[in-house]
Structures are given as structure tokens and as C-alpha cells.
């Protein structure tokens, strides 16, 4: 006999923010989850919210799909060599972050770069995610960078062993894209989805890369098309813009000024839809807990736009760009959500206008698959109202 599903239900909520920028705010206060997965939203009123293993109050705040940070670079378990940190995650966690797609594992001290060692590490770091998810984040990880000496049989044996991610095109010795887009389309025949550095080079060992080799690729994602650090000149991300039907990912690690130009450039062509977010850290600036929340604030306040769709930016763009099972309220969809309402004494007259004047929100509580992972958080400002577990 089956067990019966663990029953999540989340009420008085204040505001639901879908992740769709097409319907960005559901006309609902409640939210069922079964086995951690969504099953329906709506009024309480109309909904049988009774059983339930787990009841959250929501006291009245706003509710989004749980934040995805597109591009990491993680090395193992909860630590980064990079910046010597511990916990780094876990704290990004308390940032509204849910799930965490890594770009490559290029901090690995000696990270091998013959093609019998780098397919290893790939797997590798792909299996260890899968098996431990420090404080219940989902991390997609295992994405090796190409090198020179790479075959179709390597990408099929990569697909074969789980690996879904390419490390971005152009931190190992492959640096032209003739030899770039054969490797990118290898990816692609087996389902290895694919992003490229764009910009001027970041660690030692990487280079320029313009846009001319990002459209002569041809990647899914133009990883950091702000730069990461620096940015290319404005001439080439409208050329981007106008070009690619890529992702255009931003990133907080990278040029400011660059991501606003993005935004106002991708709105122009309509193509606010192809927008997604990610740190790009822990890299040389750092770690940044609360990286994904600022870009959707800064987006918002200088790009102008409503911050319901640069919401959209942190969840649900990057859930249709990268094919997540994640990042919408949908039926069937990951119940991963974030909780949060407007910080303490901010200006505006509610979270969407106070984050549209650059302020950041108050993150209450995390869920991850049903089950809450994290309460108030230790990171953002203190929420006007908290959501309480009944």
C-alpha cells in the first residue's frame, strides 16, 4: 500500500509572482504542493487545504519561484578554493536562491586539462552534486571546459555518464570558433547544453572573446554578455542582441553599465524574454550571497523595468532557457519557492515599487521541493512580515 503524498500548503499569501513574463502576477492566495511538486494555486477559499503535513502562513508576503543563479563555479561540497570560503551556498540559499547551474569547475586547484582527466572531474563533480546538495540546493554541476584533442565519442561518453553542461567555450585551449561551434554541436547531438565566456579575459589561461566567435559558436548561453569581468564594446552586445536567439545572461561579476545596455537593447528588439541572471561567482570579486536579488533590483530601477518581469529574469526566463523543471509556478513544477516582502523602512509603497527604486526585499523562508530549507534570512534586511510554519 502507498504511502499518501506529504501534502504542502502555503496560505495567505499576499502577492504570487508566477516567473511568467507573459502573466507575471497570479490572482491567488495559496499554493498546494504534493510530494514537492506543484499540484494548485488559487483562493483558499476554493482549495481543500486540510491533511496537510506542512501548513506555512504567509503572513501576507509575496511568493516567487525559488531564484536561479545560471552561472556558478563551484568545486566541491559547500567550499571554494577560490575565495577560501565555507558555506558559501548555504548562504546563497538565504539569498532567495534555489537552484545553481555551474559554468565550470575551473577552480579546482589542478584541474586537468587532458581529455581523460577533465571528462573524469566532470562526471565526477556532476555525481557529487547530485548525491549531497549542501543545506537542500540544487546544484547542476559537471561541466567541463573543451580542450584541444576532444572527440565526438568524448561528448557521447559525457552524455552517457549524466554529464548535461558544457564549462563555457573559451577557458581551456580551444579559442577558435571553427573548432568551438564542432565541439558545441557535438554537445548538442547528446544533449549537452553549451554557454560561452564573452568579453575580455577572466582567469589566466582565457582570452578575448568577441562577438563575432560567440555568434560563430553558436551556444545556448552567451554566458556573461556584460562581461565577466570586462565587458565588449556596445557595438558588439547590440550586434549580439540583434543576432543570437541565445540566452542573454547577466551577471553581477560583470560590467554594470554593459547589463543596462543589455536590457534596454533586448527590450527594443522584444527580446526581454531571453534575459537570465547568474554571479558568476565565487570568482576574483567574491562571493555574492544576495547577487541574483541585486541584478533583479538594479535591472529594474535602471533599465526600467516593472519588477515583476526582472523577477522573471531570476526564475522563469532562465527555467525555459535552460529546459529546468523549475523556476514557475506550474502544475507539475518543483515546489521550490522563495518567500519575501518588502525590507523595513524601505521607500515605496510596496515590494514591487520598493524594488523598482533599487531596494532589495527581505527573504522570510526558502522552499525546496516541498520542504522548508531555510527561515528569516541572515543576509537580506528584515522583511516587514515574516511567514511562519503553522
Known amino acids: 500500500m502507498s504511502e499518501a503524498p506529504q501534502k504542502l500548503v502555503i496560505r495567505n499569501i499576499g502577492l504570487m509572482l508566477s516567473g511568467k513574463m507573459e502573466n507575471p502576477i497570479f490572482e491567488a492566495d495559496c499554493i498546494i504542493a504534493l510530494d514537492g511538486k506543484i499540484a494548485e494555486w488559487g483562493r483558499e477559499k476554493d482549495m481543500d487545504i486540510s491533511g496537510a503535513d506542512t501548513e506555512i502562513d504567509a503572513m501576507g508576503v509575496t511568493l516567487a519561484p525559488g531564484l536561479i543563479d545560471s552561472h556558478i563555479h563551484p568545486v566541491v561540497g559547500d567550499y571554494t578554493p577560490r575565495q577560501q570560503q565555507l558555506h558559501w551556498i548555504d548562504s546563497t540559499l538565504h539569498g532567495g536562491v534555489t537552484t545553481l547551474i555551474s559554468a565550470g569547475e575551473v577552480h579546482m586547484p589542478g584541474r586537468p586539462k587532458d ?7 566532470a562526471i565526477a563533480a556532476q555525481r ?24 565526438e565519442e568524448d561528448f ?9 553542461l558544457l564549462g563555457e567555450v ?11 561551434q564542432q565541439m558545441v554541436g557535438w554537445a548538442r547531438k547528446y544533449g549537452i547544453q553549451s554557454t560561452i565566456h564573452t568579453g575580455g579575459p577572466s582567469i589566466p589561461g582565457s582570452g578575448l572573446i568577441d562577438a563575432d566567435m560567440v555568434m560563430e559558436t553558436g551556444t545556448d548561453v552567451i554566458g ?3 562581461g565577466g569581468h570586462s565587458a565588449l564594446p556596445d557595438d558588439q552586445i547590440i550586434c549580439l542582441c540583434e543576432s543570437c536567439k541565445a540566452a542573454f545572461e547577466i551577471v553581477h561579476n560583470g560590467n554594470e553599465r554593459a547589463a543596462v545596455l543589455t536590457v534596454n537593447t533586448a527590450r527594443e528588439l522584444g527580446k526581454l ?17 544576495l547577487g541574483i536579488l541585486r541584478m533583479i533590483s538594479m535591472l529594474s530601477a535602471f533599465g526600467n523595468v516593472p519588477a515583476e518581469i526582472a523577477f522573471c529574469f531570476g526564475n522563469g526566463n532562465t527555467s525555459r532557457q535552460r529546459k529546468l523543471d523549475t523556476g514557475l509556478i506550474e502544475k507539475g513544477k518543483c515546489a521550490d519557492f522563495v518567500l519575501m516582502d518588502q525590507a523595513q523602512h524601505a521607500p515605496g509603497k510596496n515590494i514591487l ?6 531596494n532589495l526585499p527581505g527573504v522570510g523562508m526558502t522552499v525546496i521541493d516541498g520542504v522548508v530549507r531555510s527561515e528569516r534570512s541572515r543576509n537580506t534586511p528584515p522583511a516587514n512580515r515574516l511567514p511562519q510554519i503553522v
Open 156 to 164: 557521447k561518453d559525457l552524455a552517457a555518464a549524466g554529464v548535461t
Open 353 to 358: 515599487e520598493s524594488v523598482q527604486l533599487g
Open 273 to 289: 524574454d531571453q534575459v537570465i541572471l547568474g554571479t558568476d561567482g565565487p570568482a576574483g570579486s567574491g562571493v555574492q550571497p
Open 170 to 180: 573559451g577557458l581551456g585551449t580551444v579559442k577558435d570558433g571553427k573548432t568551438a
Open 128 to 151: 557529487w552534486y547530485e548525491n549531497f546538495r549542501p543545506s537542500g540546493m540544487k546544484v547542476h554541476a559537471g561541466a567541463p571546459v573543451i580542450e584541444h584533442g576532444m572527440v
Open 224 to 226: 556573461h554578455i556584460n
Open 115 to 121: 581529455v581523460v582527466g577533465l571528462k573524469a572531474m
